[in-house]
Every structure is written in C-alpha cells, then in structure tokens.
C-alpha cells in the first residue's frame, strides 16, 4: 500500500564517506526484497536485491543487510560519490499469492562535495 | 533484451478531460506487468497489476482503471481526470512466475489543472 507521512527524510554525507540507509518493513512473511535508486524525473532503477535466506548481499560498492528478526534491511553505500545522490527505495514482495512489490517511504541521500 | 516503453514524458491535462497512459514491453513473454503512482516527494503506490491478458487486479479504489488488450501492453485509463489524479505514474514489469525485481518505465508526469 502506499507510504503515507511527511516529506521524504533526508541523508546528507561527504563525499568519500559511506552510507547506510535504512528501512523497516512489517510483513514476516515478505520473502524477497530489493532496493532501487530513483533520480529525479526517472524511473526507480534496480540496485540489489536479498531473500530471506540470507543475512547479507554484496555488490560493487553496495551491500545490504536484512534483520530478520526486528524486520530491518539497510543498504550500505562504501566510498559515496555525488552520482550517488538520489532518493532510495526499499521494496518487498510479500509472498507470491500476490506478484507485486510493496515500496518503503524512501530516502533521499544528497552528496556534498 | 527487454525493454519497457511508457509515453508520453509529460502530459497538462483539464480536470473532467480523459486520459490514456500507454506502456509496451519488448522482448519478453507473458511479463507481470503493474501501474504505480508517485506523488511529489513520496513513495510509490501501486495501482494495478496484471499477470495476463484481460487480467487486472485493482490495488486501490480510484477514479483509474487498466486494461491489458496484448501480452506487453498495458493502458491505464480515466474517464475524468481529478486534480488528486496528478502525479508521476511508472508503469513496471516482472518475469512471471518468479518473484525478482521490477523494471521500470522512465515514468509520465502528469498534472491535472
């Protein structure tokens, strides 16, 4: 459903500086999840994705984490670059009774220089 | 490969005028396909989803609707557009019958005045 609340949380990091966004979600039975990155005026683009039989994920310069047990997933950004400045959404599939994600609220991540 | 199409980029529409958002799919067969919706600074909701054709599965109660006349198109609809009806609305697709990411249209923004 939708993500109802305020504006989108804003993180601000310096360049060169990891990041970590984060994300709750609140159906155990979501099996799959993904985060994706939205510049403004486009489409959300995939980033990297996890099941729910593991803990952690790693790609160039991305990993992410899922907390099975308090339903927290992160998404870790080593070395942030300004091309990195978007907003970030985390998504879930909740089961396959029903092919389609679910998107967290997002976060926007701003890059200074 | 696959490729997803979503016209047009921008659209000014009356309030009470019709509306009609077009996306294809190339490349692939019998994909999921979904209609989401983005207000300004905010998540993305979904609207519809399809897993064939004529088969349209309804998210939320609204003033749209989706129809899926061929495999790769998907059309979403309104008789009479509202002002709470502006947004950017992406359309998106999946394989079937495997819960992986989405992908993605590059969205149309739509105002309604």
């Known amino acids: 459903g939708e993500s109802v609340g305020l504006h989108l949380p804003t993180l601000s990091v310096q360049e060169g500086d990891n990041s970590i966004i984060n994300c709750a979600y609140s159906?155990?039975?979501?099996?799959?999840f993904i985060w994706y990155k939205q510049e403004s005026g486009k489409g959300p683009q995939f980033i990297i994705d996890i099941r729910s039989n593991m803990d952690k994920r790693q790609g160039q310069r991305v990993t992410v984490l899922l907390n099975k047990t308090v339903k927290h997933l992160s998404l870790q950004i080593a070395a942030t670059q300004p091309g990195d400045s978007a907003v970030y959404f985390c998504a879930e599939n909740r089961g396959t009774g029903r092919r389609a994600l679910t998107f967290g609220s997002g976060t926007r991540l701003q890059v200074q220089p | 490969s696959q490729t997803i199409h979503q016209w047009p980029a921008t659209l000014v529409q009356p309030v009470g005028s019709p509306l009609s958002l077009e996306c294809t799919v190339e490349g692939t067969s019998n994909p999921n396909l979904y209609w989401y919706r983005q207000a300004a600074g905010r998540g993305l909701q979904l609207l519809f989803y399809?897993?064939?054709?004529?088969?349209i599965s309804s998210e939320v109660p609204q003033n749209l609707s989706a129809s899926r006349p061929q495999d790769r198109q998907f059309i979403l609809s309104s008789k009479k557009l509202l002002l709470s009806d502006s947004g950017f609305y992406l359309c998106?697709?999946?394989?079937?019958?495997?819960?992986?990411?989405?992908?993605f249209g590059q969205g149309t923004r739509l105002t309604v005045v």
């Open positions: 159906n155990s039975a979501s099996d799959y």
């Open positions: 998106a697709w999946s394989p079937s019958l495997s819960d992986t990411e989405a992908f």
């Open positions: 399809s897993v064939g054709i004529g088969q």
